[in-house]
């Protein structure tokens, strides 16, 4: 389905205030043409008869100005019911475009940046909002304008009517071959919008890297530089809208006024036809008002375009395959997890795991240790159904996981990342997530069982303290912990650390390995961590290298094998390698 069918199908939606909008738009368009007919009466009948009779004219006079009160009025409600179609068909389109996000691969967002996506659910579906906006209600105005017009004149004179109707292919074919070029350079220009904004939203997430490695000046270029580019588009865009929509309609214009002139004239100069005064002052009018609505309509053909390529950008996001968020629940699982024969790779053929077997049995803690690259955050990805894996089986008591909703499966799943992120709100939303399942009290008890109290308790307002976007005003280990007790007040049955110890201080780390120790039972625990000293607990341990196990057991039984772990370990611990 074409871009502009399926804008067409989404105003469906909200038909009734965009109807409306037109029925009134076609009434005040029709009291507004009843002027020149009046005007020609006044001027044909009452005045220049020789005699003035002032009743009748001023009866013409009100009716007149009654019809300019009714346009007015009704030009009022449709603008308002444009504007409210409008703004609601927009209005879904975003909320579609930012539910449809949601069910989107962890795939797609690693291969688009930020602020890419930013730009079609903000930039684009605004250009999509003018189309409603003012390309609608333009072109309608200026069709319903144009078929008044030519039914006025027609009426007045049927052969000069016939001939002035020459303007309609020459728009036609105009915009035909405008849109030609002018979608070309729209969708360059819709896409340099997209990166300025991408690179835009990468340097402020980058801001203190920039600025501490003094890359101020190599930003400023590389901005400056795709900017430009885009500005040369910008400016192609301008050459071609100003090359042709002014002087398009006052070649049109002059060309109906001398044949008008002809017309008339040669009218005149035959002894049985009368031209009157009226007549000329309604042919005049009508034909100024003829080129108002076909200049609105040219004008319009740029920003029709415009809204056409962002449209086709926001419905190329909307097609990407997605799956449906599903409110399916499942009971809480044991939790124990099975890799049979387990094979991955993010491109084809290119496989980051392979041929992977392990078990993690309920209540146990498996670590995952490795140099990077080696596959371990990739073993997370799997279990937590960010991908499925290229080969072989993920099983959960012995269940499928690819066989259940990825939602579902997730319900009695906790992670804890690296980097963890905070959003806009309190201490306490962003352990809850506002899920009505977390009350206030689980909030702390959760709190308190990662020992959150003695890093939060120097707070102001404690709970309530309000976090920005990323939780930069906390420090990382305060950081740490909200994630930590969020993970934790969701009561998982399969706990998953990537690296949730590497980015804090010792005393934290002594809380959190004070949690663990009474936290992990009853759950399985997966450990990711570069510390191999806080992994000599685990009940197994397993060692990946490009891909494969390449050892297994537990802490002392890896140190008494003296292979890759051993050498990891005792490089980390400052220990003198055997020579």
Known sequence: MSTGKRLYH????????????????TIAVF??????????????????????DLQPILIL????????????????????NLQVGANRVVQKLRNDVFQHIQTLPIQYFDNLPAGKVVARVTNDTEAIRNLYVQVLSQFATSIISITGVYVALFILNAKMAAMALFVVPIVYVWMIGYRKYASKYNHIVRTKIADLNAMLNESIQGMSIIQAFKREKQMESEFEEMNEEHYRYQKKLLTLDSATAFNLVSVLRSIMFIMFIWYFGSQSMEPNVIVSAGMLYAFVDYTTRLFNPITGIVNQFSQLERSLVAGNRVFGLLDESGETVKDERMDRYEGNVEFQNVSFA????????????????KGETVALVG????????????????????????????????????QTIRDHMGIVLQDPYLFSGTIESNVSLNDSRISREKVEAALEAVGGERVLKNLEKGL???????GSTLSSGQRQLVSFARALAFDPAILILDEATSNIDTETEEIIQHAMDVLKKGRTTFIIAHRLSTI???????????????????????????????????????????V
Do not use: W
């Open 61 to 80: 006079l009100s009716v007149f100005f009654s019809l300019t009160i009714v346009t007015a009025v009704f030009r009022y409600f449709m603008f308002i």
């Open 31 to 52: 009291a507004d043409l009843t002027g020149p007919f009046i005007a020609k009466r006044i001027i044909d009948e009452h005045i220049t008869e020789g005699s003035i």
């Open 536 to 578: 000599k607990n685990a009940d197994r341990i397993l060692v990946l290298d490009r891909g494969e196990i390449v050892e297994s057991g537990t802490h002392d039984e890896l140190l008494q094998l003296q292979g890759r772990y051993e050498q990891m370990y005792k490089l980390q611990a400052g220990i003198p390698q055997n």
């Open 10 to 25: 989404y105003a469906l939606f909200y038909k009734k205030p965009i109807i409306l909008g037109l029925i009134f738009l």
């Open 464 to 470: 309530d303290e309000p976090v920005i976007e990323k």
């Open 346 to 361: 993010y491109k084809e053929k290119e496989y980051v795991l392979k041929n992977l077997n392990f078990v993690a049995n």
């Open 371 to 406: 140099h990077t690259g080696s596959g371990k955050s990739s073993i997370m990805n799997l279990l937590f159904r960010f991908y499925d894996p290229s080969k072989g089986k993920i099983l959960i008591d012995g269940i499928d996981i690819t066989t259940v909703p990825r």
